[in-house]
C-alpha cells in the first residue's frame, strides 16, 4: 500500500518513455519505475559488466548446484551452500523452521523494500541422476536445471555483482531462497504469514524469461478416499462397496460443468491422476483412493467446482454404504480473473519489469507482455493482496521431466534483468 503514493510520478516516467518514442510505452499508460537512464549510471554498468565477465562462474555454480538433489522437503545442501555464500557477501542469512534461507541487504532508506525469491526444491525424487550435459548448441541437459536451479545462481550472482559495482539503493532488498515451492508454495506462504508487513513487492524469479505473470492460478489438490468393511467376492453381492462409490463418483465429476473451453477465464480438472485401491483379486478392497487436481484463476468458482465435486464423492458413498473424507494434498488460492485485477496490473511492479526486458531485447509475446495468471511463489504475494510478480530465470523447456534443458545465455539475461530490477524498484540513491 505504501507504494502506492509513489504512482505518480512513475506515471510521469511512462509518458515521458512514450514521448521519446518507446513503442509500446505509447500504448501502455502504465506507471513504470524503469528508465534507460537507470542502465546508463556508471555503477549499474558496472554490475551488468560484472554479469558479463563472470559468467563462466555463474554456469559452474549452475551446474554444481544441480547437481546437488533438492526434492521438496529435503532441501537442506542447496540451502547450506546459499547460506555459505551470502556470509561470503558479507551478509546475515536467517532460516526458518521450513528450512527458507534469506538474507536483507539494506539500503540507504527512504525507498521500498523488494523480496527476490527463488525456490530451491525440485520435482526429481533423491535417487534422480542429476549429472548435467552440456551441448554443442549452447544448452545443459539435467533434471532441474531449469527449474528451478537457475534462479538461485542468478540471484547469487545478481547479489555479487552489486557489491563489486558498491551499486547502492534506497529501498532494502530481500534475497529468499524457499523451500517445498513444488508441493503448494509451502514456504513461501510460511516467510509471508511470518514476516506479515515486511515488503512492499515481491517478485518470484521462476519459469522462463518471457511474460511477466501478476495473477495466480488456484491449484487445489485432492485424494478422495473411500473406506469400507470390504468383502470377499463370494460375499460381496449388495455389499457396501467403495470401488463402486469411487466409480460413481469419478463418473459424476465429469458432469459438472466448466466454462466453455474458449472462455478468456478457463477452469479445468483432472480425475484420477493417481488411483490407488486393493490389492487381491477376491474382495472388495477397504480402500480405494483416486486424486483431483483443479484449477482456476478465478477464486469463487474454484471454490464454486470443489464444492460440486465433493458433493459427487459424498452422493456416490452415500449410495454405495462407505465412509467418503477427502484429504488436501496441496490448496494454492487463486487470485482472481482478470477484471478483478486490473489495480495490480496498474502497479508499476508489473509495467517496471516490462520495461526491463524490453531494454535486455527480451523478446516478450505480443499483446501478453502481462499476464493474469501465474503458478509460482508469487501466488502467495497475490493471494495476501501484496504487488507481486513472476519473472523468468533463463529460457528452456521440459520442465518437471528427465529431459529439462536450458540455455546457457539466457540466465545472463536473467542475472541482468534482476540487477535493473532490484535497482529500478527499490531506487537508484542519487550520484
Ligand atoms: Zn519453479
Same mark, same amino acid.
Given at each position: 500500500m505504501r507504494a502506492m503514493s509513489r504512482m505518480l510520478p512513475f506515471a510521469l516516467i511512462g509518458l515521458l518513455a512514450a514521448a521519446a518514442g518507446h513503442p509500446a510505452a505509447a500504448q501502455a499508460p502504465y506507471p513504470t519505475k524503469f528508465s534507460p537512464a537507470i542502465a546508463a549510471r556508471a555503477d549499474v554498468k558496472q554490475a551488468l559488466a560484472y554479469l558479463e565477465t563472470h559468467f563462466d562462474s555463474q554456469v559452474s555454480e549452475w551446474i554444481m548446484l544441480t547437481e546437488i538433489p533438492g526434492t521438496s522437503g529435503h532441501e537442506q545442501k542447496r540451502a547450506d551452500y546459499v547460506k555459505g555464500e551470502l556470509v561470503k557477501l558479507g551478509l546475515a542469512p536467517e532460516t526458518d523452521t521450513m528450512g527458507n534461507v534469506w538474507a536483507r541487504r539494506a539500503g540507504t532508506g527512504g525507498g521500498p523494500t523488494v523480496v527476490f525469491a527463488a525456490h530451491m #526444491?525440485?520435482?526429481? @525424487?533423491? #535417487?534422480? @541422476?542429476l549429472k548435467v550435459r552440456r551441448e554443442d548448441n549452447g544448452t545443459l541437459h539435467a533434471p532441474g536445471i531449469f527449474d528451478n536451479t537457475a534462479s538461485i545462481s542468478n540471484q547469487l550472482q545478481t547479489l555479487r555483482a552489486m557489491r563489486d559495482a558498491r551499486l547502492e539503493t534506497k529501498g532494502d532488498l530481500i534475497f529468499l531462497f524457499t523451500v517445498q515451492e513444488e508441493v503448494g508454495l509451502k514456504g513461501m506462504y510460511h516467510w509471508l504469514e511470518k514476516h506479515p508487513g515486511v515488503t512492499d513487492m515481491l517478485v518470484a524469479v521462476d519459469g522462463g524469461l518471457g511474460a511477466v505473470s501478476y495473477g495466480a492460478l488456484g491449484i487445489y489438490w485432492s485424494r478422495m478416499k473411500f473406506s469400507g468393511e470390504g468383502a470377499h467376492t463370494l460375499n460381496s453381492r449388495d455389499q457396501p462397496n467403495t470401488v463402486r462409490a469411487a466409480a460413481q463418483c469419478i463418473t459424476n465429476i465429469y458432469t459438472v460443468p466448466l466454462p466453455p473451453a474458449d472462455d478468456p477465464v478457463p477452469a479445468i480438472y483432472n480425475v484420477g491422476g493417481m488411483l490407488t485401491g486393493g490389492n487381491v483379486v477376491n474382495a472388495i478392497p477397504q480402500e480405494v483412493t483416486f486424486t483431483v487436481d483443479l484449477r482456476t484463476v478465478d477464486a469463487e468458482l474454484i471454490q464454486t467446482l470443489d464444492a460440486a465435486i465433493v458433493s459427487k464423492c459424498e452422493a456416490a458413498a452415500k449410495a454405495q454404504k462407505v465412509t467418503f473424507t477427502r484429504e488436501w494434498i496441496q490448496k494454492s488460492e487463486a487470485g482472481g480473473r482478470p477484471e478483478q485485477l486490473t489495480a495490480q496490473r496498474a502497479h508499476p511492479l508489473v509495467q517496471t519489469a516490462i520495461d526491463v526486458l524490453r531494454f535486455l531485447d527480451v523478446p516478450l509475446p505480443a499483446g501478453r507482455e502481462?499476464?493474469?495468471?501465474g503458478s509460482t511463489d508469487a501466488n502467495a504475494g497475490v493471494v495476501a493482496k501484496i504487488p507481486a510478480i513472476s519473472v523468468g530465470r533463463s529460457r528452456g523447456g521440459a520442465g518437471h521431466t528427465l529431459q529439462e534443458w536450458a540455455h546457457i545465455d539466457s540466465a545472463k539475461t536473467g542475472s541482468q534483468q534482476l540487477v535493473l530490477l532490484a535497482v529500478a524498484l527499490a531506487e537508484p540513491v542519487a550520484r
Open positions: #526444491d525440485t520435482v526429481h @525424487p533423491l #535417487d534422480t @541422476p502481462a499476464i493474469p495468471t
